[in-house]
Nanobody, 123 residues
Framework: QVQLEESGGGLVQTGGSLRLSCAAS????????VAWFRQGPGKEREFVAV????????SHADSVKGRFTISRDNARNTVYLQMNSPKPEDTAVYHC????????????????WGQGTQVTVSS
């Protein structure tokens, strides 16, 4: 098993930047692909970005491509989401999730989830 904990959320203005962290404990973190999902007010949970076990491969949703970047540091058991130039529509609770298969973007594929961190973007 692996336990996940997100941090770094908060209030940010449009055009600013924020970095979210997902810290893991338990089994070796490098055994898992990790993704970020988000759920805005009144919306369904949606895929944001995913990174492979080694960090060599990533995929980002079209809505964040060019603005958000996922990365990981397996020595620190942490995955990051760098959010640059956020927009009000990026306001959501951001969750990280882990699974032992290859890159997946369907939240139903993920077994382990963090509690989430709130990101609010003001215009």
């Amino acid at each position: 098993q692996v336990q996940l904990e997100e941090s770094g959320g908060g209030l940010v203005q449009t055009g600013g930047s924020l970095r979210l962290s997902c810290a893991a404990s338990g089994r070796p973190f490098s055994s898992y692909s990790v993704a970020w999902f988000r759920q805005g007010p009144g919306k369904e949970r949606e895929f944001v970005a995913v990174i492979s076990r080694s960090g060599a491969y990533t995929s980002h949703a079209d809505s964040v491509k060019g603005r958000f970047t996922i990365s990981r540091d397996n020595a620190r058991n942490t995955v990051y989401l760098q959010m640059n130039s956020p927009k009000p529509e990026d306001t959501a609770v951001y969750h990280c999730a882990a699974q032992s298969d290859y890159l997946k973007i369907d939240p139903a594929s993920y077994r382990y989830w963090g509690q989430g961190t709130q990101v609010t973007v003001s215009s």
